[in-house]
């Protein structure tokens, strides 16, 4: 029995888009988390239930609208954060709020919860199609080609955005394509594990990671392993004991951070040579 | 000798105060300008008017001859190291990775060797830049200024919470990139003695330019630097 779940064709939809999305939240999370925006994607999230809400009731594939309503809602919010000056968690909890309020509106009038909002709320990583992976893989591609192709632009406006202008870097359209790579990355995630779990994916391995690499890529490439090995142990073991995956691969992401800090207090991680 | 930078006219006001108060001055090729100050005399305001972070200005700046409002191409050729750098005290980065930031072109990557080697911190290259000490860091943000080969090094109160010894080594790095790499070398400080061991231009900011020109002419006129003196220690009363 436990073999025969690697020969399921909707097994081996979850584990590659899973494995995708793993590294895709790695990748961006870790600018997010550096650039101490780690609760950015869960804000992304949550506006993006008012645009699953909005295409639930208007008859439209609720990513189609989750996809814009979210990306919308984070340039418009950042440009505002700047605007005004308003600080970072200030901002990202005016978003979180919009995005909830405007979902519980929507929902209300359509006539309450379904089963379609539950599975966009705490993900549907076993209920993928074919689309869904080919979007998944290819949103994946394309935004890690972006990031290798303006790797050092990103890298230099997150470590210090003073010392990357003077360099002639265009910080502020750096900033505005996080943003927006962090608003498709979040919404093509919440497949995996739904819009209430989504920031676990963008921060735990990263800070996990963030303890044991040295340089930026090393440290990615830790991220990576810990997040594809999450998932797809949780999408394993939550289908064998016929669990909820999203939880069980959050709990996996935790696990590890845990025993690293536990390495960690015993000294036994050290950088040093 | 060709200017590299002048500043005509230039003021600076926010809201309640001016910064920067009307201050006209050049810089020649090859110059080593240190600009002396108390806090608050207007200093970085003035770098970061000079570096494009800050356009809300009356006058002109121009580099190489271009006013620096119609192109930004003059940052090429700038290096800045700023006063304390600020980054995550534990960002994933190695001194390697630092230096490779300040990169303009990926195919000049043997240069960051020759760089690191110049500046003493090789053996630190696959550290991470949070643990080296403020020295090393500084020396390393140096090394990120100086791997696009720029003809002008702007610094600004470099030196601030480093131990003496790896002052003296930056001042000789200093003194070494001006006299044998003949690069402009534009510094801010509050620290007479190093301004007027290394610098041979000054140029005293107190809101207004109080005084610019070659270095001895300020040093060996005990009522400049007197008066100089007792203004900024004026500043540095009011400060308090």
Request: aromatic fraction near 10%; charge should be neutral; proline fraction near 2%.
């Amino acid at each position: 029995m436990t073999f025969e779940i690697f020969t399921f064709s909707f097994m081996h939809r979850a584990i590659i888009s899973g494995i995708a999305i793993a590294i895709l939240c790695s990748v961006v999370g870790l600018f997010l988390v550096l650039r101490r925006y780690s609760l950015f994607g869960d804000a992304i999230a949550h506006s993006s239930f008012g645009g699953i809400a909005l295409g639930l009731m208007a008859g439209i594939y609720p990513l189609w609208t989750a996809y814009g309503v979210s990306i919308v809602s984070a340039l418009i919010m950042t440009r505002i954060k700047d605007k005004f000056n308003i600080s970072g968690d200030a901002s990202i909890a005016v978003l979180l709020s919009s995005g909830i309020a405007v979902g519980l509106v929507i929902i209300g009038l359509s006539g309450g919860f379904t089963l379609d909002i539950f599975s966009f709320l705490f993900g549907s990583i076993l209920l993928v199609n074919v689309n869904d992976t080919i979007l998944i893989l290819s949103l994946t591609g394309v935004i890690l080609i972006v990031i290798l192709l303006l790797y050092r632009q990103l890298l230099y406006s997150t470590f210090n955005e003073e010392q990357a202008k003077v360099s002639g870097i265009p910080v502020e359209k750096i900033n505005y394509l996080i943003v927006f790579m962090a608003g498709i990355t979040v919404v093509t995630s919440i497949q995996l594990v739904g819009v209430l779990l989504i920031s676990a994916l963008f921060v735990i391995p990263n800070v996990t990671a963030i303890m044991y690499g040295r340089g930026f890529k090393q440290t990615a490439i830790i991220s990576m392993s810990f997040s594809i090995f999450s998932v797809v142990t949780g999408i394993l073991i939550s289908y064998i004991f016929d669990i909820t995956p999203a939880g069980t691969i959050v709990l996996f992401a935790i696990g590890i951070f845990a025993c690293t800090m536990g390495i960690k207090s015993a000294g036994l991680l050290s950088r040093h040579h | 000798m060709l200017k590299v930078v002048e500043i005509d006219h230039l003021t600076i006001e926010y809201p309640d105060v001016k910064a920067i108060d009307d201050i006209n001055f050049t810089v020649s090729q090859g110059d080593f300008l240190g600009i002396i100050g108390p806090n608050g005399a207007g200093k970085s305001t003035l770098f970061a008017a000079m570096l494009g972070l800050n356009t809300k200005y009356k006058g002109t700046i121009k580099f190489f001859g271009t006013d620096i409002r119609k192109s930004k191409n003059y940052l090429k050729e700038i290096g800045y190291v700023p006063q304390k750098p600020i980054f995550e005290k534990n960002f994933p980065a190695t001194v390697n990775d630092v230096v490779k930031m300040g990169l303009q072109k990926e195919s000049d990557e043997s240069k960051i060797d020759e760089i690191l080697q110049q500046l003493w911190i090789h053996e630190l290259s696959e550290r991470r830049i949070g643990e080296l000490s403020g020295g090393q860091q500084q020396r390393v943000f140096i090394a990120k200024a100086l791997v696009n080969n720029p003809k002008i090094l702007i610094l600004d109160e470099p030196v601030t919470g480093i131990d003496q010894q790896s002052i003296d080594l930056f001042y000789s790095i200093l003194k070494e990139l001006n006299s044998k790499q003949n690069i402009t070398i534009i510094w801010s400080s509050h620290d007479l003695d190093a301004v007027n061991k290394l610098a041979n231009h000054v140029a005293c900011l107190n809101r207004t330019l109080f005084f610019h020109g070659e270095s001895d002419d300020f040093f060996k006129n005990d009522e400049l630097v007197k008066q100089y003196s007792e203004a900024s220690m004026q500043e540095h009363m009011h400060h308090h």
